[in-house]
């Protein structure tokens, strides 16, 4: 089992960036492809993006493509998020997850959850 703390949230100006972090516990965490989501008030949430246990393939929703960047450094047990070019859209809570296995894209398919992190993007 891994457990997952996020972090890197904050408060910013439209074209703005912000990185974001996801630390993680556990023995078999180098097993777990690792994704991001995130969710809006009212929304449901939706995939952001995510990457394989390797690193070596990365994957994004339309929404973000271009703007964002996800990374992982196993030695570190930490994934990030980085986003560039930030919109009022993209306002949201911001979640890591992972789960053992390919990457997938719904948030179902993932059994671990970090307790999410706020993102502000004001106009």
């Known amino acids: 089992q891994v457990q997952l703390v996020d972090s890197g949230g904050g408060l910013v100006q439209a074209g703005g960036s912000l990185r974001l972090s996801c630390a993680a516990s556990g023995r078999t965490y180098s097993d777990y492809a690792m994704g991001w989501f995130r969710q809006a008030p009212g929304k449901e949430r939706e995939f952001v993006s995510a990457i394989t246990w390797s690193g070596s393939s990365t994957y994004y929703a339309d929404s973000v493509k271009g703007r964002c960047t996800i990374s992982r450094d196993n030695a570190k047990n930490s994934v990030y998020l980085q986003m560039n070019s930030l919109k009022p859209e993209d306002t949201a809570v911001y979640y890591c997850?992972?789960?053992?296995?390919?990457?997938?894209?719904?948030?179902?398919?993932?059994?671990?959850w970090g307790q999410g992190t706020q993102v502000t993007v004001s106009s």
């Open positions: 997850a992972g789960r053992r296995g390919t990457v997938l894209t719904g948030a179902r398919m993932y059994t671990e």
